[in-house]
């Protein structure tokens, strides 16, 4: 998914940023720093991530080599305390914590119940306006390989989310589908657009091998230009896999009858 060379080390690792893992101005998209993130702190580890937090510092540019260092700053029987840094010419693009763990027999629980909401086979693609995967080979940005087919019907935000190669989910996959917080801020406010993330935070269940997802996206509020939300990710069967929340600069937002600000 992100072209990941983890190094003999298992706490060095790199890839080139390019298509289709930038957003749509060509920069660096917040998923693909987020998952990038995940699989070094489980390479290093060897466990499964169970919460991650990404702070993002410059926009990295495409065609640019991201060179990824894990320190493991605690390693116990069960948890293991992880910081990722990652660095373009020495210079830090993004950084992240988090834990991996071991999961036991221990509390487990599901609190919350899935919205009732239609099928993907019953959705329209987001961005397309047709149920047929995205097809645009001469995009650069991630939705090149991803598909959102909006079921929204009053409240959250509801999309499913799939790869357009159809390939299973796994925790990183997960967190680069789900950076779509900014979007919701936006529709709650009743704009078009969405945000440049300062933040993604993900936190993890067991995430099945399954193709698709339901993004289940609510603004909470919107202050100076920023704004908070969070995510709920469910698998087909109504079991909740992962939450997490963002914080962006609403930066690109816009009324429908406007044309999108230039970036």
């Given at each position: ?79 293991a305390q ?116 300062l933040d ?63 970036r």
């Amino acid at each position: 998914m992100i072209g990941l060379a983890v190094g003999e080390d298992r706490t060095h690792s790199s890839f080139v940023l390019g298509p289709p893992l930038l957003r749509h101005d060509g920069a660096l998209y917040g998923g693909t720093a987020i998952a990038a993130s995940i699989i070094a702190m489980e390479a290093a580890t060897e466990r499964d991530v169970q919460w991650i937090t990404t702070q993002f510092v410059k926009p990295t540019q495409n065609g640019e080599t991201v060179e990824l260092v894990t320190d493991v700053l605690a390693m116990g029987r069960r948890s293991a305390q992880v910081r990722v840094t990652a660095f373009v010419d020495e210079a830090v693009q993004f950084t992240s914590i988090g834990t991996t763990g071991i999961r036991t027999n221990g509390l487990t629980g599901q609190f919350e119940q899935m919205p009732e909401v239609a099928g993907p086979e019953d959705a329209v693609d987001i961005w397309q306006g047709h149920t047929r995967p995205v097809e645009t080979p001469d995009d650069p940005s991630f939705r090149r390989m991803v598909e959102y087919r909006d079921v929204s019907s009053g409240g959250p935000l509801c999309l499913w989310s799939r790869f357009t190669d159809g390939r299973a989910m796994t925790p990183a996959a997960v967190a680069f589908v789900a950076d779509m917080v900014p979007l919701a801020v936006a529709r709650c406010a009743g704009k078009m657009g969405a945000g440049s993330s300062l933040d993604n935070s993900m936190r993890f269940g067991v995430v099945p091998e399954v193709e698709w997802v339901l993004l289940e996206l609510q603004g909470h509020l919107a202050s100076g230009g920023y704004g908070h939300g969070s995510a709920k990710v469910w698998a087909d069967d109504g079991t909740l896999i992962a939450v997490g929340g963002q914080t962006a600069s609403m930066i690109y937002i816009f009324d429908q009858d406007e044309p999108p600000p230039l970036r």
